[in-house]
Nanobody, 121 residues
Framework: QVQLVESGGGLVQAGGSLRLSCAASGSIFSINAMGWYRQNPGKPRELVAGFTSGGYTNYADSVKGRFTISRDNAKNTVYLQMNSLKPEDTAVYYC???????????????WGQGTQVTVSS
């Protein structure tokens, strides 16, 4: 199995910064894709930023220029640096990874437990 541990959420004032981390561990042969999504009650989960299988990065238009996704391959960890935070960034943020497990039986998708980010005005 694969486990994801998220950290770094919290309460911050508008204009402030937070850094989210997500560490993947377990039966991982390789990581195909990693990213961050967010969700508010009653709304669909949306992509915030992610690395594709080709190594490219994608960002939601609403966070371009403010958020930066990065990764440490040696640690199987993905980060999301969030600067110039706005109240509309408030949401539960979820880490998402797609891996090839050590069994080499295909691609598997996993989600973190979610971490709350609250931006006060």
């Amino acid at each position: 199995q694969v486990q994801l541990v998220e950290s770094g959420g919290g309460l911050v004032q508008a204009g402030g910064s937070l850094r989210l981390s997500c560490a993947a561990s377990g039966s991982i042969f390789s990581i195909n894709a990693m990213g961050w999504y967010r969700q508010n009650p009653g709304k669909p989960r949306e992509l915030v930023a992610g690395f594709t299988s080709g190594g490219y990065t994608n960002y939601a238009d609403s966070v371009k220029g403010r958020f930066t996704i990065s990764r440490d391959n040696a640690k199987n960890t993905v980060y999301l640096q969030m600067n110039s935070l706005k109240p509309e960034d408030t949401a539960v943020y979820y880490c998402n990874v797609v891996v090839v497990r050590t069994s080499r039986t295909g691609l598997y998708e996993y989600w973190g437990q979610g971490t709350q980010v609250t931006v006060s005005s």
